[in-house]
Structure formats: structure tokens, C-alpha cells
């Protein structure tokens, strides 16, 4: 799960992660941004229909978390826990390199009510999947710290508070390391678009609020190029930054 305060890159890490493991994995990436519509573009696939539309649209919060067990028993096939792959295929996407993305959902209308129902759905999905030893999971999170409300945290295995040369955006990473480890889950601190002048001042800040920096992914041209034409995700150093991080963390064993 990826997660952090608006702007530190959460999408772009994702699928550079998603890239990154499905050199060795079968790979997913669950799109539970509210907001951001950029996803599908950035992975170069024709958008999916958002899953909230699967369980028959957006309701009331308290409705879907009165329903948790019907809607998980609707993404279900034959009584086996939800299983992505099986999926109809107008609600999952699949890039040239066979990652494959779902969405939640998306805020487009004025006045549709808050995002919370997405959350939700998100938890639902997530806690119960059913994944193969060769299957992996990457989650796009929503910007700052709803998921926490929704408790979409307890439903997956290892967080990654993404940061960026902000000190909000390492006050909200000290926010979900207490959350995570607290849930017993896997919690990594990593900082995004860094280059040499702010990586001494960031790793001293972290350290001041009790974090240390598992890793580094240098700023990129190519992905900045990328995000304003709205094409496929191209990039250089940060890829490769990503996979180290990827094997040296364990991500990927």
C-alpha cells in the first residue's frame, strides 16, 4: 500500500513498483485514488469501469458497511474469496507487460457526497482477496490519511509512506508509521523526486520526528515529461532506484 500526503508521487511509485515486480510476479494495482484520473494513462491501458459500479454504484457508508459480507461474496467466484484475474474484463485492464489494473472509483460529479464509500470498498476488496504464491498486489492510495479512518490498513501486508522534500508530507509519514506498527504490518519510509542538495536535510528532519529513510528515488525528467502529456510513464534513474529498493527492502524475494 502506498501511501503519503498529496503531490509526493504515490501513482508514479506505484507503477514504477508494479513494473519493477512483474519482472518476477504476477502484478495488480488496485487504484483506490478518489481523485487522480491519470493512473490508467500513465500505464498505457484503457480505463477500466470503476468497481463501485460492479456492486450496483455508490451508497451510503454506513449501508456498505453494513453489507460487507454480500459484497464480498458478489466479487467472489463460486464461494473462493475474490480473485482479481477473474474479474470481468471490462473491470480490469492489463498493460503491454501484463500488470493489470481495477479501480474503486472516482469523485466526478458535484455534489455526489464524500469519498468514503471508496474507502470502504477498497477494505472490502482487499481483505478478501485471494492471491497465488506468484500474485502481488500494489495499492494506489487516496492523498493524505482518510484510508486511516476507513481502516484500509489492517487489510493489507506492508505500507510505504512515500515523502518529498516537504516536512507535511513527513509529518503525515510519522502518522502512518504509528498506525502500521501498531496494526503489526510492514512499514517502510520512502522519499521521492530527491536529489543531492535536499537528501542531507530530509534524512536530519526524518530523523528529528523519529523516522529513518529506508530509501531514495532520485527526481526524473522523463516522468515529470510524462505526467504533463499524459502518456505512458516513461523514465530513466528513478526506475532503476525503485528496483533497488525493491530487492534491498525485500519487496521482492
Known amino acids: 500500500m502506498v501511501c503519503g500526503k498529496g503531490g509526493t508521487g504515490k501513482t508514479i511509485v506505484s507503477i514504477l513498483l508494479a513494473r519493477v515486480l512483474s519482472e518476477k510476479y504476477r502484478v495488480y494495482i488496485v487504484d483506490s485514488d478518489e481523485s487522480n484520473i491519470l493512473l490508467p494513462r500513465l500505464l498505457g491501458v484503457k480505463p477500466p469501469k470503476p468497481l463501485i459500479e460492479y456492486?450496483?454504484?455508490k451508497r451510503d457508508e454506513a449501508e456498505l458497511e453494513s453489507r460487507e459480507l454480500d459484497i464480498a461474496s458478489m466479487l467472489s467466484r463460486a464461494g473462493l474469496g475474490i480473485r482479481l484475474r477473474a474479474l470481468p474484463d471490462e473491470y480490469i485492464s492489463y498493460s503491454r507487460d501484463g500488470i493489470g489494473l481495477t479501480c474503486i472509483?472516482?469523485?466526478?460529479e458535484y455534489g455526489e457526497g464524500c469519498a468514503c464509500p471508496f474507502n470502504i470498498l477498497t477494505r472490502i476488496l482487499l481483505k478478501?482477496?485471494?492471491?497465488?504464491?506468484?500474485?502481488?498486489?500494489?495499492?494506489d492510495t487516496?492523498?493524505?490519511?482518510?484510508?486511516?479512518?476507513?481502516?484500509?490498513?489492517?487489510?493489507?501486508?506492508?505500507?510505504i509512506a512515500l515523502i518529498d522534500?516537504?516536512?507535511?508530507?513527513?509529518?503525515?509519514?510519522?502518522?502512518?508509521?504509528?498506525?502500521?506498527?501498531?496494526?503489526?504490518?510492514?512499514?517502510?519510509?520512502?522519499?521521492?523526486?530527491?536529489?543531492?542538495?535536499?537528501?542531507d536535510i530530509l534524512i536530519d528532519k526524518a530523523r528529528g520526528m523519529g523516522?529513518?529513510?529506508?530509501?531514495?528515488?532520485?527526481?526524473?525528467?522523463?516522468?515529470?515529461?510524462?505526467?504533463?502529456?499524459?502518456?505512458?510513464?516513461?523514465s530513466s534513474n528513478a526506475l532503476e532506484d525503485v528496483r533497488s529498493i525493491a530487492y534491498t527492502l525485500k519487496i521482492i524475494e
Open 105 to 108: 472509483g472516482k469523485v466526478r
Open 128 to 139: 478478501n482477496l485471494v492471491l497465488d504464491a506468484d500474485e502481488r498486489v500494489v495499492v
Open 165 to 199: 522534500p516537504t516536512a507535511e508530507s513527513i509529518e503525515t509519514a510519522s502518522l502512518l508509521k504509528d498506525v502500521s506498527l501498531s496494526l503489526g504490518k510492514k512499514f517502510w519510509v520512502i522519499a521521492n523526486k530527491i536529489d543531492r542538495k535536499v537528501r
Open 55 to 57: 456492486i450496483g454504484g
Open 211 to 234: 523516522l529513518s529513510i529506508d530509501g531514495f528515488i532520485s527526481f526524473d525528467e522523463k516522468i515529470i515529461e510524462s505526467c504533463l502529456l499524459g502518456e505512458e510513464l516513461r
Open 142 to 159: 487516496d492523498a493524505g490519511i482518510e484510508h486511516i479512518g476507513r481502516r484500509v490498513e489492517e487489510a493489507v501486508d506492508g505500507v
